[in-house]
């Protein structure tokens, strides 16, 4: 096939420099937009920060870390410099695990504060479908971020898979930022995964256009976002999870 003079493009035979690019850019939207959700917020709100724990900090300083190194990673990616991104790869599993841990106490943390206010009271019906809502969108999104970070480790030797499943990990913490982007534009809670979907619209263009299929990595995470907005949207705001929520999380 070398002297083929239209050769078929793969997933593999695109130069890393170029595919690095379109994934160095959307990545940057990503976390342009989950930092400006933050900023925005601190800056219309400011009693907002004296709210802030040291759980709440290391949550979000870990998770900023991981955003900014996934970015230089791109970037050590698409000039070849294979042994840093190596390096730093490892400081990434850190982070992660420093992410899950910092923010399962935020959450529970958050949780007794709004119990003792009266949000998520244990007594109230209504009170108790919302803090099932909550808990249940916030560890199926952490279980769905780690399952993805997971398949990128697993699929380090193959570029194509491994960019994909990590921008996916990425897309898939977007919530905790564009909650409050939302919520600052006065915008239906919907559109935060309406923008989720385009993002992943926008990449499934990209695959169909360079390589004329879309990538199963990109498929495989598709799904999981949508596994992610359809229990949000049903099983999360069901009175028997909520109750059933309530009910382990006050024996705790």
Not at 138 to 158: D, K
Not at 219 to 233: E, P, R, T
Request: proline share 4%; aromatic share 16%.
């Amino acid at each position: 096939m070398e002297n083929a003079p239209y050769p078929t493009k793969t997933f593999d035979s695109l130069p890393p420099d170029k595919d690095s690019s379109f994934f160095l850019r959307l990545t940057g939207f990503i976390t342009v937009t989950i930092f400006s959700g933050f900023i925005f917020n601190w800056a219309l709100n400011p009693e907002n920060l004296g709210r802030i724990t040291l759980w709440t900090g290391l949550h979000g300083a870990f998770s900023a870390s991981w955003y900014l190194l996934l970015l230089s990673q791109i970037r050590f990616s698409s000039l070849k410099n294979y042994s840093s991104h190596a390096f730093w790869g490892k400081l990434s599993i850190v982070l992660v695990i420093a992410i899950l841990l910092s923010g399962t106490i935020m959450t529970l943390e958050f949780y007794e504060r709004l119990a003792g206010f009266g949000v998520f009271s244990p007594d109230d019906a209504q009170a108790r479908v919302r803090a099932g809502s909550f808990i249940g969108g916030v560890f199926l999104q952490w279980a769905i971020f780690i399952s993805l970070y997971l398949l990128a480790i697993l699929n380090i030797g193959n570029p194509a898979y491994h960019k994909r499943f990590m921008i996916a990990a990425a897309i898939q913490m977007m919530p905790e930022g564009l909650n409050r982007l939302v919520h600052i534009l006065a915008l239906p809670g919907y559109s935060m995964f309406i923008l989720m979907f385009c993002i992943y619209a926008f990449i499934m263009l990209y695959d169909w256009k360079i390589y004329k299929r879309v990538h199963t990595a990109t498929i495989c995470s598709f799904g999981l976002f949508i596994v992610l907005a359809a229990s949000m949207n049903t099983i999360f705001l069901w009175q028997a999870w909520g109750d059933w929520v309530t009910k382990v999380l006050s024996g705790i």
